[in-house]
C-alpha cells in the first residue's frame, strides 16, 4: 500500500511551563495525501500551529512533550529522523509559509539573496544560476525580478508574503504548510494572494496544509477541511459536505458564529461557554460543556472518529448509527 | 501576580536568598547595636591604642575587632557607621527616587517642549562629575550631612528620571489610559492611578539596586573628607584614617573595608534578586 | 429610515493632518458624515485608511486639524469645561485590544468604578447598586467583580470593557473594531451584545472595523473609506445591492466566502494602499482603480449623491457595476504603486 504523504497518529503533545502543562494536542489523526489541498480549521488554542510544528518536528524544545503518537512523512517516522535528515526534508520536500512575513525574512540579506540561499542549500545550484531561479520565482508569485536586490523592508505586507511563497516553493516541495498566512494583511491584499495561490496550486502538484481560523479562505482554497477543537479533531471531510452538512455542534456553531455578507440575519448564533483551558481540560468529549445535545457518555468518553460517508467523519455521540 | 509563582521564584533566587539574609543581618545588628556593644564608639582612649582583634576570647566585653589609632573599638565605630551609612543611604534613595519618578512621570506623559525641558536637563546633571560637583558644593556651603545628601541626590536622580520616562512612554498610549480620558480624568489622575500603578516594579528594582551605589558613594565622600565629620564613624573616613598605619594594624582598614564591601555586595545580590522575581524577563 | 430626526453627531470637511519627516501625512481628509439617534453607521476601510483616526478624532484624543464636528448643535471641540463633561457622559468609546484596554493593576470592580469617582457622581451604597444593575445589563456574573483582568478571558474582558463604557448611561458609542481580536465564538457573542444593548438603550454607534462582513451584519448605514476619504456611503442593502464605487466592488468581491456552492470570481486589486504623506491629486483610488481613465488622474471627485442617502465619488459611478462584470482577475501583476 502506498503512503500518505503525511500520517500523523494519536498524536499527543503537551507544553510545560513554570506555570502549568498545557494539553496542546490530545490525540491528533490526520492524513495528508499527494495533491491534496487540506484546511485546518480552529480556534485559538485549538492546537492548529502545533499540528503543523510537530510535522516539521520544529516544537520548541524544551518546553514540548511528545508524550504519544507519531507524525509520519512518506511512511517515516519525522521524530526518529536524523537531524540532518530533517534539516533536507525541511525547505526542501516540505516548507512553511508564517504569518507575518516581516519576521520570516531575515532583515539583513537581500530577498534575492534568501531566495537563492535556499535553492542553494536544497538544489547545488551555483551562485549565478541560483539567483536566476530566484528571479524566476518572484516572477511567478508576481513579483519584478529586479527587485531581487531589495531588502525585505523595502517591500509592503503582501509583497513579503509573496516573497516567503516565492522562497517556500523554490524547491517545489511536496508540501506547502501556511500557518494564516494572510491573517496580518488586509481583505485586497489577502485577495490578491489567494488568487495567487488559487493560480500556484494550479500551477503546481504541491499539496497545501492550510492553517486558518477563516472558513471563507478554506472554502475557496481547499478541498478537505479537518475541524479542531481542543487538541483534537472533531471533523474531518471534503469542504463541500463539512461546509454544507456540519454534523458536529461545534462546526455548527462556528459557521453560524460568523457574519456572512451573503445571507441576512438579526442575530448570531453563540456557542455558549468558552473555549476549551488548555490547562484544564474537561473530560470526555472536549466540548462537552458547551454542547446542547450532552449526553452521560459525552462527559465520560472521549467519541471516536465516526464515518457519516466516505467524504465526511465526525467525533461525536449524536452521529453514531449514521444520522 | 500568582503568589504561588512568585513564591517559586523567590525560591529558586539564589541572589534573593544571600542577599536578602546579608540585608536583613545588617539592618538588624546596625540598628540594635546599642543593644549590645560595650564601648563608646566617639570617645578615645589613647592607651588602648592599636590594640589587635581579640575576637570572641573576652566574649562581647572584649575590643572583637581590635581598636584604632584612637584607641576607639572598631567594631562599635563599624556598627555606628553602618546605621548612619544606611541611613543616609536610604534617604538619599528615597528623595531622589522622589524627584526623578515625577519629573520622569512629567516628562514622559506630557511629552512635546516639557519632555525636551527635563530630559536635556538631564543630560547636564549627568555630565557633571558628581567628585567635583562635591568638591565645588563643599567648598562654598562647607561640609555636613545636608550637603552630603544634597551633593548625591544631585548626581542620582536622573537615573530615575530616565527610567520613569521611558516606562512611561510605552503605557501612556495604551487603551486603558485613553478610557480614562474619555472620562474625563485629570493629569494627575491619569499620571499616577493609571500610569504610575503600571511602572512600580522596575522602580522598585532600580532602587534596591541604588541603595548598594549610595553607600559607595557616601563612603567614597567620607573617604576624601568630605561626607560624615569626626567624631562620627563612616566606613570612609575610617579607612582614610587607617590607611597610614595598614602595614604594621592592617584591621584598622581591612575591618571597615570588608564591612563596606559585603553591604555593598548584599544589597546589589538582593537587587540582581528582585529583578530575577519580578521581571525575569530583564535577566 | 430616520432622516426625520435631527442628527445625533455631524461632521463637517473634518480633517487631521500628521506632521511626519516624509511629509504631512493625511490621516483624514475632508471627511463628512451624520449619526442619528438610535442607529449604527459602519465605518469601514482597509488598515491606514483613517478610520480609527477618525474615532479618535472625535473623542478628542487627538486635535482636529480642520473641519466641525457637532454633537447634538454644540461644537465639540471646546475649552468649556462643562460641555466637556457633557460629552464624556454622551460620548463613550470600546477598544480593540481587550488586553490593554483594562489597567492591569486594578480588579474589575475599581475599572467599573472608575468613571464614577473621575466624575464624583456616585459611590458607596449608590455606587454598589449601579455597579450591580451594569453587570446585569452586560451579563457580567458578579463575582467577576473581585478579579483582575488577566484572570478574565479576551472574551470577558470585552464585555468589561463595554460596561465601562456604557456606565454613564451614554447616547452614542464609538466601537473601535471591538471583535477582530477576538476568536469566531466570542466574536458573535460581543456582535449580539452590543445590538440586543443598543435596541434596549437606544444607543448609536459608529462601528469602525475592516470586516466586512461584521460590518454588514450590525449597521443600518455603512460608509467605506479609502485614504483618508469617504468614497461611497449608503444604506446598508443599498451599499450591497447597489455598490457603485470602484473601491467598493473590489472591497466586497474580495471577502473570502463560505458558500460553498457559489463560487463568485472577484476583482483582485493590483498593488498596494499608496502612502498618505502627501497624496497626488486626481482620485486618491486612481493608481489602484481598474477602470480609471485620464481624468481620475487630474480631477478629484466628490462626494455627491446619486439617489437618496447614497453618495459616492467617482466620476464614472454610472458605469462602474457593468464594467465590473467583465473585469475579473485584474492585475495579479505588481510592478508599480509605491
Known sequence: MEHALIEIKDLKVEFKTERATAYALNGVNLEIKKGESLGLVGEAGAGKTTTALSILNLLAKPAAHIMGGDVLYKGTSVFSMSEKKLRDIRGKEISMIFQNPLTSLNPVFTVGEQIAMVLRTHKNLGKKEAFQEAGKLLETVGIASYRLSDYPHQFSGGMRQRVGIAASLACNPELLIADEPTTALDVTIQAQILELMKDLQDKYSTSLLMITHNLGIISELCQKVAVMYAGRIIEYGTVKEVFKYPAHPYTKGLLGAIPRLDVDSDHLEVIPGNIANVHHLPSGCKFHPRCAFCKKECEQEEPAMNRINDNHYVACYINEGGL | MDKKLLFGRIKRSKFFIVGGIGVFFIIILAFTSPLFVSFDGTTSSLMERFTPPEGFSKGLAGHILGTDQLGRDILTRILLGARISLSIAIICVALSAFIGTVLGLIAGYFGGAVDKIIMRTCDVFLSIPSLILAIAIMAVLGTSIINLITVMVISRWVQYARLMRNQVMVIRNKEFVLASKAFGASHWHIMFKQIFVNITTPLIILLSQQIGQMILMESSLSFLNMGIQPPLPSWGSMIANGRSYIASYPWVVVAPGIALMLTVLSFNFLGDGLRDILDPKQK | ?338
Open chain 3, 1 to 338: 429610515m430616520m432622516r426625520e430626526k435631527e442628527p445625533l453627531l455631524v461632521v463637517n470637511h473634518l480633517k487631521k493632518y500628521f506632521d511626519t519627516s516624509r511629509g504631512t501625512l493625511h490621516a483624514v481628509d475632508d471627511v463628512s458624515f451624520e449619526v442619528y439617534p438610535g442607529e449604527t453607521l459602519g465605518l469601514v476601510g482597509e488598515s491606514g485608511c483613517g478610520k480609527s483616526t477618525v474615532g479618535n478624532v472625535l473623542m478628542r484624543f487627538l486635535n482636529k486639524t480642520g473641519g466641525d464636528v457637532f454633537y447634538q448643535g454644540v461644537e465639540i471641540f471646546t475649552k468649556d469645561k462643562n460641555v466637556k463633561t457633557d460629552l464624556s457622559r454622551k460620548m463613550q468609546i470600546i477598544f480593540q485590544d481587550p488586553y490593554s484596554s483594562l489597567n492591569p493593576k486594578y480588579t474589575i470592580k475599581s475599572i467599573l468604578s472608575e468613571p464614577f469617582n473621575i466624575q464624583k457622581i456616585a459611590k458607596g451604597e449608590e455606587l454598589e447598586s449601579i455597579l450591580k444593575r451594569l453587570c446585569a445589563d452586560t451579563g457580567i456574573e458578579e463575582d467577576l467583580l473581585d478579579h483582575y483582568p488577566h484572570e478574565l478571558d479576551g472574551g470577558k474582558r470585552q464585555i468589561v470593557g463595554i460596561a465601562r463604557a456604557l456606565s454613564l448611561d451614554p447616547e452614542f458609542i464609538i466601537c473601535d473594531e471591538p471583535v477582530s481580536s477576538l476568536d469566531v465564538s466570542v466574536q458573535a457573542k460581543i456582535i449580539n451584545l452590543l445590538m440586543t444593548l443598543q435596541k434596549k438603550k437606544n444607543l448609536s454607534y459608529l462601528f469602525i472595523s475592516h470586516d466586512l462582513s461584521v460590518v454588514r451584519h450590525i449597521s443600518d448605514r455603512i460608509a467605506v473609506m479609502y485614504l483618508g476619504q469617504i468614497v461611497e456611503i449608503a444604506d446598508k442593502n443599498t451599499i450591497f445591492s447597489n455598490t457603485r464605487h470602484p473601491y467598493s466592488i473590489a472591497l466586497i468581491s474580495a471577502v473570502p466566502k463560505v458558500d460553498v456552492d457559489h463560487k463568485v470570481s472577484r476583482i483582485v486589486l493590483k498593488g498596494d494602499v499608496p502612502s498618505p504623506v502627501d497624496p497626488k491629486p486626481g482620485c486618491r483610488f486612481a493608481p489602484r482603480c481598474w477602470m480609471a481613465q485620464e481624468r481620475c488622474f487630474t480631477e478629484e471627485p466628490s462626494l455627491t449623491e446619486i439617489e437618496k442617502g447614497h453618495c459616492v465619488a467617482c466620476h464614472f459611478w454610472r458605469e462602474s457595476r457593468e464594467k465590473s462584470l467583465t473585469a475579473q482577475h485584474v492585475g495579479i501583476k505588481e510592478n508599480e504603486g509605491f
